[in-house]
């Protein structure tokens, strides 16, 4: 694939701000529960 | 469990417990679909070739953006307009915004990443691309508005009004920066920041699945923030009193031993 | 209507005898945006030619940050002496203060820019073809910066960190007034008025439309505690 380190960053990038915003508010969300549960 | 004190409509739809989990499933399945339509299935670009591919991320994600800020809108009004006053519209708008500054943030690296191979520039100053840079300073002021109110219904009204503000400069800001750029027209060898090709075939449906799957993405991230949000809420107080002690635990490993003699 | 205006008035003619008093607009903001035109010069080089042409828009983006700071001001002296509890009490129409603050920071501005606009003149050897373009444009992109500014004023009075957080507030939102004051003051220099009436218009639409938000918005947000 021509230009592939660009195309490859940009998929990349996609994945990694999604499902790392998920993760992120998932973290966040399992620490509200153990406060709530304390 | 979120929204089992509300009774709502909106309160029962985000409290339904099977909702993460499917639609978990389907953002990361769509997604995984999406690459593989668009990093091989799709035929390269005849004029742009490979680096188009990246238009399959690129075009779905700013619909996300625009959509997430109109949610935020309409979620403002709502809680503004007295019939319709509720938290839950306030966490809506919160949620939503988020979403949409990050989907603007990375619609400006995607345009970035798509530019450069085919135009040579990092960044052109294109209608559209000011624009967006705009919209991305108006929510960044959002959320940081929204961070420095601690008093819960101050906030849900301050923000409430600072989301109508955004919205209605939009389109100001639209023409304006519209206007101004019609008047530059030199730049013949930059396509006047249209990077939009002929699509047919399998690369329209490559795009409109892409469509699809950061719609439910989008659906995600919402349930889960709007969530988040409402926990949140419960005890603001508590989650201080929380961090804090983290703060000393870091810096205090071993708790000084009492009464050693 | 009669007793709107004058309300409003009175909030007004409060916070211009509060400057007169206290001169933070002359003594500071002023020097403040005379300072920033000087620093342009520096960034920018007076021996390459470029000044003359770029002087609408270092001039503008001079009076912006003054803007900033006036708007910050108006909405800083209500917070001592609880002067905004006062406010509250005093049953006035909220549309009145809200007007009355925004009309008293347009005034303050305009001021602040002819003082600077013949600065600028001087500084930057610029020549004017059309004056009233260039006043006309001055008053309604004032106006604009001075009606939204007011609006965000009141959404972060209050708050410690208002300092910070009303640039990255406002500054966004005017940008279509820096565009539309920048390339109707260019046409006025130039001596092509015509170029300006989009701009006018873009402006005088951005003013009507942010004075009538901050007159609904004022209310509800001065109602809380």
């Given at each position: 694939m021509e230009n592939a380190g660009y195309v490859i960053t940009g998929w990349v990038l996609t994945g990694v701000a999604l499902l790392g915003y998920a993760a992120e508010v998932a973290r966040r969300t399992r620490r509200a529960r153990r406060l709530i549960d304390d | 469990m979120t929204g089992s004190q509300d009774g709502t409509r909106l309160a029962r739809v985000m409290g339904k417990g099977w909702l993460t989990p499917v639609l978990a499933v389907l953002t990361v399945g769509s997604l995984a679909i999406l690459a593989v339509l668009g990093l091989w299935v799709a035929p390269p670009d005849?004029?742009?070739?490979?680096?188009?591919?990246l238009m399959y991320v690129h075009v779905p994600v700013v619909m996300v953006a625009y959509l997430a800020f109109g949610v935020t809108t309409l979620a403002s009004v709502l809680y503004l307009w007295k019939r319709t006053r509720h938290p839950q519209w306030d966490r809506l708008a919160a949620a939503s915004a988020e979403i949409g500054v990050l989907t603007t943030a990375l619609t400006l690296a995607l345009g970035s990443l798509w530019g450069r191979?085919?135009?040579?520039?990092?960044?052109?100053?294109d209608a559209r691309l000011v624009t967006t840079a705009v919209l991305l300073f108006l929510y960044l002021g959002y959320l940081a508005l929204r961070r420095t109110i601690s008093d819960p219904d101050v906030r849900a009204r301050r923000s409430a009004f600072a989301a109508l503000i955004a919205f209605v400069d939009v389109p100001i800001v639209h023409y304006s920066v519209e206007w101004w750029r019609s008047l530059?027209?030199?730049?013949?060898?930059?396509?006047?920041?249209r990077l939009d090709p002929q699509i047919e075939g399998d690369m329209l449906i490559a795009l409109l699945w892409g469509i699809g799957a950061l719609l439910i993405t989008y659906a995600y991230l919402l349930v889960q923030r709007y969530r988040l949000a409402a926990l949140e809420e419960g005890f603001e107080g508590r989650a201080l009193e929380a961090a804090i002690a983290e703060r000393r635990a870091e810096a205090d490993p071993e708790p000084a031993t009492v009464g050693a003699s | 209507m009669r007793r709107l205006v004058s309300e409003l008035a009175l909030v007004a003619g409060k916070d211009l005898r509060i400057e007169a008093r206290s001169r933070v607009t002359t003594n500071q903001v002023l020097p403040f945006a005379g300072m920033v035109l000087l620093l342009f010069a520096f960034a920018l080089d007076?021996?390459?030619?470029l000044l003359p042409r770029v002087a609408p828009g270092l001039f503008w983006v001079a009076t912006l940050l003054a803007g900033l700071l006036a708007v910050s001001r108006a909405f800083a002296i209500e917070g001592e002496n609880g002067a905004r509890d006062g406010l509250r009490l005093s049953g006035l129409d909220p549309a009145a203060v809200y007007l009355g603050k925004a009309a008293s920071v347009t005034l303050q501005l305009l001021a602040l820019e002819a003082v600077l606009a013949a600065g600028m003149f001087l500084l930057y050897d610029v020549e004017v073809a059309n004056v009233g373009l260039l006043v006309l444009s001055a008053g309604l992109a004032t106006a604009g910066v001075a009606a939204a500014g007011s609006v965000y004023g009141a959404l972060a009075?209050?708050?410690?960190v208002r300092e910070t957080l009303l640039p990255l507030l406002l500054l966004p939102v005017v940008a279509p007034v820096m565009l539309g004051a920048t390339r109707a003051w260019e046409a006025a220099l130039s001596g092509?008025?015509?170029?300006a009436w989009p701009w006018v218009q873009v402006m005088a639409v951005f003013a009507v439309i942010y004075t009538a938000l901050g007159v609904v918005a004022f209310g509800p947000l001065m109602e809380e505690s």
């Open positions: - | 005849a004029l742009q070739g490979d680096a188009q591919r191979p085919v135009w040579g520039v990092w960044w052109t100053w530059h027209q030199e730049s013949t060898l930059l396509p006047d920041g | 007076p021996d390459r030619g009075a209050g708050l410690r092509a008025p015509s170029e």
